[in-house]
């Protein structure tokens, strides 16, 4: 929720800054990486070369 939120639609953001901004979140070090490996899998965002990237609704069936 929180950290899709941040990112900017058009310009995205590299993985170490999405990871930066869940340890000022006060996630733990281990869990910043596991939420952002889950948005990844689960298809909320997209990576092109380290860089991460919401992925619009209309773009993509959801996948239970």
Known sequence: GMLLET????DGILR???HERLLEA??????AEYAIDRLL???YLYD????????E???????E
């Open 7 to 10: 990112i900017d639609a058009d």
């Open 16 to 18: 170490t800054d999405a």
């Open 57 to 63: 609704d209309e773009d993509f069936e959801r996948i």
């Open 41 to 43: 899998s689960r298809g």
């Open 26 to 31: 006060d996630y733990a070090e281990g869990d």
């Open 48 to 55: 092109i070369d380290s860089q991460l990237f919401v992925t």
